[in-house]
């Protein structure tokens, strides 16, 4: 009887376990789907089902603090109005927690229609091989990505295509406490020095948020190194190179000196923009939301915002900004729906809106347009800085890069090793994973 | 004795009693198997792979690279020496302090109720809210540098509590401590409670005082509790995530990461779905061995 009961119990368990085994299977089905009605042409089945209403979903990290996903809420309903087959469900998620939940959802098949999202998750997600290949997939996209600027949209290009389409861009200027810092540095060299005069017991100098690749490029850059070789086969001379070394070295006096310090470097400093606010810190480099969240959290704040200062190989900062994406679990009929809304997004009238909310517009008409350049009046700063800045290697081990450059520059800037035995390291550990 | 049970009990159940029996546990299974033994088959399977999350990506098999991996990682290992030290610390940390308190309650015949829901509030209050508070409180210009030097001046300069590891990492046992009082404090009381009394009444006629009654009638009848916490809370320190992800995020440089911020990272940040899969069955193992070291202790000083 014991024998029977426990055999019993024994096959249920495995049957449970088989019907778990077949809803994965089932949960990954409309994925080879989509992938066989990708060889289909989209047009044919966009136009049988045009007719059935089409519910879309819209994963995205608009900052609800800046009002942006208000602004995107009546950019849905003007849409919807325009397109009455069509409603967009849009889902905000924190940065981390946007990247994270495509991570989840490339196993499941969980993934929305339309996405948007930092450029650099482009090469990560192709590289799940979840993302469309938006170039060949739909016919006018060479229109409408004509209508944005190319170096932002060269962001969504991985190897010969394009698997997004530029959202909004931006670069980093250099932010300034007008009450501590008194005359502007013109060169880097000048900022540093800046740096460590105003510092005192309740001032530092200067502030970065973090040490990866979007933090330390633009200085290594501008002092005319580089992270990686051109072709991305090596960090060996370039990470751990004279230039890169001597910058790092820059920052770990800096830190010592008490002039220099962050949120990460220091896990009990007041946060970027916090400290910025209550002139705990006099300098920061940083993009256009902090303008939008100083002026929100610290209006009384006295600052000033000028191009990055320049290295002697000029002021080279790091392209950001975001690109719409789209995924392959998706079938026809949403794709179809989720192209026009992302056209509708990167259309002139959404970006003007959105620019006034401090999204900075990639449509070249909304560039020009009077509304957006009233709203963003550091505009003409970023568009400068725009001219000389690059885009970060476009590798999907990039995000592990960064992660080693941060650790090991955190390492070297606390003393707890020296400078070059740190960056050799790093760069070690890079070429191991370029080697993968 | 053993066949007598298993007789009368085969007796006892009839066909149909089995039936019912066996309706009524396949849902409790089920869910088992579905959310228990299922994802750690396939994360223990996951550990000897490169796996692969995209579509249409082959995982390659990689034997125990990955459990290598964890082993010859410095981040790993110091990780694991955090988690230790986090343990080490905070499960005495709370059993003692909640022993203490459940004592002090168990003698009081007022108030006993106030008191329990006091030491007992941090327990419910979320570990979001309470490690932001403490976040505070050890921060360059927080409370406690604040009271140091400003009003007490018993320092001349802010100390950098969160700033280096072991200071961080002090700040974070704290934390756990307090939060851990009022749930060991509970436990305790109740053990204290099923203790007889007239334990203590021939004790006091013999003469003993009350640090003899403390070791030689209290904790001999709470050794089960004892140990019952410290499995438990050793698994929890184990399992700790949400003090450090706020307090200092791994911060600086990976120096307060433990194990399971550690994983968490390499799995959504470097998409290591292999490593991180090793990394946790080897920390299993590791409170596996504690575990049944414990049980053995226990058995041995009862025997």
Known sequence: MKKTIFWTIIIIFILSLTLIGTGCKEEAAPAEEATEEEAAPVE????????????????????????????????????????PDITVNQVYLEWQALKNNVVAGATTGMLPDAFRGDIGFVPQFQSLDVLVEMDT???????????????????????????????????????????????????????????????????????????????????????????????????????????????????????????????????????????????????????????????????????????????????????????????????????????????????????????????????????????????????????????????????????????????????????????????????????????? | MASGVFFRTSEYFKKKDNIRILLLLVPGVVVIGMFTFYPIIKMFIMSFFDWKIGFNQVSPFVGIKNYLAVFMDPIAGKALINTMFYAIVTVPGQMILGLLAALLINGIRKFSVTFRLL????????????????????????????????????????????????????????LGIWKGIGWNMVIFLAALQAIPEQYYEAASIDGAGSIQKFFHITLPNIKGTILFSTVMLTIGAFNTYTPIAVITGGNPAHQTDVVLTWMYFQTFSSLKMGYSAALSFIVTGIVAVIAIILFKVLRSERA
């Open chain 1, 137 to 436: 997939a739909f016919p006018d996209y060479a229109e409408a990505a004509s209508a944005v600027l190319e170096a932002p949209n060269s962001t969504a290009k991985a190897g010969e295509h394009y698997y997004g389409i530029a959202s909004n861009t931006n670069t980093k200027i250099l932010y300034y406490n007008e009450e501590l810092v008194t005359t502007v540095p013109a060169t880097l060299d000048e900022m540093w020095t800046t740096a460590e005069e105003v510092s005192s017991e309740n001032v530092i100098g200067f502030c970065e948020a973090w040490l990866g690749g979007w933090n330390l490029c633009q200085y290594i850059w501008s002092y005319g190194g580089d992270i990686l070789a051109p072709d991305y086969s090596t960090a060996t001379d370039y990470i751990n190179g004279s230039v890169a070394v001597s910058v790092i070295q820059r920052f770990a006096d800096l830190y010592a000196a008490g002039a220099f310090s962050g949120p990460t470097i220091d896990p009990g400093a007041p946060p970027d923009t916090d400290g910025m606010g209550t002139g705990n810190y006099a300098m920061t480099i940083d993009g256009p939301w902090k303008a939008k969240d100083l002026s929100t959290k610290y209006p009384d704040l006295q600052y000033g915002a000028v191009q990055m200062p320049a290295g002697p190989a000029g002021s080279i900062g790091v392209l950001g900004g975001e690109d719409f994406m789209m995924f392959k679990t998706s079938d026809a009929a949403h794709q179809d729906a989720a192209w026009k809304f992302i056209k509708f997004m990167t259309g002139k009238d959404a970006q003007v809106e959105m620019a006034k909310v401090g999204q900075m517009p990639v449509n070249k008409e909304a560039l020009v347009d009077d509304e957006v350049l009233e709203a963003m009046p550091l505009l003409s700063i970023f568009a400068d800085a725009l001219q000389t800045c690059k885009a970060r290697p476009v590798t999907p081990k990039w995000s592990d890069m960064e992660n080693i450059i941060n650790t090991k520059a955190t390492e070297a800037i606390l003393g707890q090793k020296p400078v070059q035995t740190a960056m050799d390291e790093a760069a070690d550990e890079i070429n191991a994973l370029i080697q993968q």
């Open chain 2, 119 to 174: 030491y007992y509030l941090p327990v419910v209050t979320s570990w979001v809210v309470v490690a932001l508070l403490f976040r505070y409180i050890f921060s360059n210009q927080g409370l406690l540098n604040y009271l140091l030097t400003d009003v007490f001046k018993w320092i001349p300069e802010h100390i950098g509590w969160l700033s280096t590891r072991w200071t961080a990492m002090s700040a974070t046992t704290l």
């Open chain 1, 44 to 83: 044919e089945e966009a136009a049988e089902e045009a007719i059935e209403p089409v519910m879309i979903q819209f994963w995205h990290n608009y900052d609800a603090g800046a009002g942006q996903i208000d602004v995107l809420d009546q950019l849905i309903a003007q849409f919807e109005e325009a397109n």
